[in-house]
């Protein structure tokens, strides 16, 4: 059973290889420009894994432009797109920001000038009281119409403020959309790994709780598959009927995360291993409830189970070691089967460590 582990994850590796080399030729046979954010997409198109980013690409057809792929990245949320519309955002705020600093420095030299040509009058009435009566009607009447100039400006002013606040606004959602983008996985719509990376590594800073937590690491028994025989569409089926599930099995300080095609994970506050396990056991009963119309089969219902593996954070030392105990305990599941679930004890540990995958932020 091991063996055939290690040959379906040759086969993974060597699989990737030749999706890699299928972006790098679609690219280069259309035209694209080799940008990170363009690998990107072409990436997660060709592999499937969300059926409606492959549906727009594959209706763009050829000759697309840069604004027209970005568009779609955007769109979809990938993270290079996203990053690149986050800095599109930023450099938008700063023009904002310098177009009403510097209508704000024009306004407040007139103000100034204002301001010094009355001194100059009050002065001028108060050195010599006579003189200054005879000029007094026309200064005011200049005074008059000064001041009704300031006051239009004053409020065409305001009324740009206000117009500016609501770009500021626009970019504050936008950035905000960015942000949750480069944490989010677009399929399921649950944190993805790098969130899952930032909220593991909490749990070992000097600021969180004592209280135990437990991290279980779960993998979707067949999902893969699945997506090679029946199509990219099934998969995203099971994963978008994943997802809320997952969601409605965890509590408020408690996390969930998609972060890998057909792996999740789960990070459980205050809570023992015999609670982790029994929470596993009901995710995985959940799971196996789950059934999937398969594609030009309306009679065929396909059903999942999940393998899980569950560590403590108060038998590690960081995160990293609590992800590699967890990822341990699954690799064992997996290895006598699959679609079980087992605590991390002192027993796995002991075995050749060159077993464990390594965590990687």
């Given at each position: ?22 972006v790098a030729q679609t ?325 050749p460590r060159k077993s ?6």
């Open positions: 059973m091991a063996g055939q582990k290690e040959q379906d994850g040759t086969r993974g590796s060597a699989q990737n290889a030749v999706l890699l080399l299928k690219m280069s046979k259309l035209g694209i420009s080799p940008l990170p954010r363009n690998y990107e997409l072409f990436y997660e198109a060709l592999s499937g894994q969300s059926l409606s980013l492959s549906r727009d690409m594959a209706a763009l057809g050829a000759g697309a432009s840069q604004a027209q792929l970005d568009q779609i990245g955007t769109r979809h949320n990938l993270v290079g797109h996203s990053m690149l519309a986050a800095d599109k955002a930023r450099a938008g705020a700063a023009e904002t920001i310098a177009a009403l600093s510097k209508t704000l420095q024009k306004h407040i030299a007139k103000k100034e000038s204002f301001s010094a040509s009355l001194q100059t009058f009050i002065a001028r009435l108060e050195s010599d009281p006579v003189a200054g009566m005879s000029d007094f009607a026309d200064d005011a009447h200049r005074f008059g119409h000064a001041a009704a100039a300031l006051l239009k400006e004053e409020r065409a002013f305001a009324g740009a403020v206000e117009e500016i606040a609501g770009q500021l606004r626009d970019t504050t959602v936008s950035l905000d959309t960015s942000r949750k983008a480069l944490t989010r996985d677009p399929v399921t719509g649950l944190p993805n790994r790098a969130a899952f990376s930032v909220r593991l590594a909490a749990l070992f800073s000097d600021d969180a709780d004592a209280n135990p937590s437990a991290l279980i690491l779960v993998s979707i028994d067949g999902l893969q598959d699945l997506g090679e025989s029946h199509g990219s569409g099934a998969m995203e089926k099971v994963l978008k009927k994943l997802a809320p599930l997952f969601k409605k099995s965890i509590k408020k300080n408690d996390f969930v995360a998609r972060i890998a095609s057909d792996e999740f994970a789960f990070i459980f506050d205050d809570v023992s291993a015999d609670n982790a396990a029994a929470i596993a056991g009901r995710i995985r009963a959940s799971v196996a409830a789950i059934e999937i119309a398969l594609p030009d089969r309306a009679f065929t219902r396909q059903a999942v189970t999940l393998s899980a593996g569950i560590a403590m954070s108060e038998s590690t030392i960081g995160a990293a070691d609590l992800f590699q105990q967890a990822d341990l305990a699954l690799k064992t599941v997996r290895s006598n089967g699959g679609s079980g679930l087992l605590v991390f004890s002192a027993a796995i540990g002991s075995q464990r995958r390594s965590f990687v932020a």
